[in-house]
């Protein structure tokens, strides 16, 4: 299994990036899959995920409004769409995947439920 990020790049304040997560060795459908980012010197923060089996998403409470997490089954891919980016959102954004089992929804924001990690990309944003 395979799960590799990109998209990450540097922008100003209250601009937008687009992360895709490309999955082999699984199907992003029926897998739950998540997005978290890491900030230096700072730990591994849920950013928001969409459930295994269904299109529905939580988020992070900060990113809630300004990021969407959509799935493309056609190409095993799923995407984070990030708008109106702070400074704060600064940090190294990981894809993963659940795996086999079915997570509970109040499950989805710990690292531990997820078996498949990927590479990170950076994601800067200037003030």
């Known amino acids: 299994v395979q799960l590799q990020a990109s998209g990450g790049g540097l922008v100003q304040a209250g601009g937008s990036l687009r992360l895709s997560c490309s999955a082999s060795?699984?199907?992003?459908?029926?897998?739950?899959m998540g997005w978290f980012r890491q900030a230096p010197g700072k730990e591994r923060e849920f950013v928001g995920a969409m459930r295994k089996g269904s299109t529905a998403t939580y988020y992070l409470q900060s990113v809630k409004g300004r990021f969407t997490i959509s799935r493309d089954n056609a190409n095993n891919r799923v995407h984070l769409q990030m708008n109106t980016l702070r400074p704060e959102d600064t940090a190294v954004y990981s894809c993963?995947?659940?795996?086999?089992?079915?997570?509970?929804?109040?499950?989805?924001?710990?690292?531990?439920?997820?078996?498949?990690w990927g590479q990170g990309t950076q994601v800067t944003v200037s003030s």
């Open positions: 993963a995947a659940t795996g086999m089992g079915k997570p509970i929804m109040s499950s989805y924001h710990l690292p531990s439920t997820y078996h498949y």
């Open positions: 060795g699984l199907t992003v459908s029926s897998n739950g």
